[in-house]
């Protein structure tokens, strides 16, 4: 079974910056698309950023020019760098990918456990 866990959540300030990272581990062929989504308390769950295998990035337009999303295939991990944080930036963020399996040719989305991060003064 494959694996999702994430790190580098906690509280910041306003202003400030995180960084999360999201490592895969299991029986894992390949990955292609690994992305950030995130659940703010009375509000619906949100894509914030992917990237493709090939790096190509998407973000929702909250967070452009704030959020970088990268990813390290040799390690597993994706990560979300997050500067300027907002209050409203104050979320659970769950990482999710798309991976193939070893014993397969197919591709399926798994997710992460969620961070808690919290943009507060």
């Known amino acids: 079974q494959v694996q999702l866990v994430e790190s580098g959540g906690g509280l910041v300030q306003p202003g400030g910056s995180l960084r999360l990272s999201c490592a895969a581990s299991?029986?894992?062929?390949?990955?292609?698309?690994m992305g950030w989504d995130r659940q703010a308390p009375g509000k619906q769950r949100e894509m914030v950023a992917t990237i493709t295998k090939g790096g190509s990035t998407n973000y929702v337009d909250s967070v452009k020019g704030r959020f970088t999303i990268s990813r390290d295939d040799a390690k597993n991990t994706v990560y979300l760098q997050m500067n300027s944080l907002k209050p409203e930036d104050t979320a659970v963020y769950y990482c999710?990918?798309?991976?193939?399996?070893?014993?397969?040719?197919?591709?399926?989305?798994?997710w992460g456990r969620g961070t808690q991060v919290t943009v507060s003064s």
């Open positions: 299991g029986s894992i062929f390949s990955i292609n698309t």
């Open positions: 999710n990918a798309d991976i193939r399996y070893s014993t397969g040719n197919t591709y399926r989305t798994d």
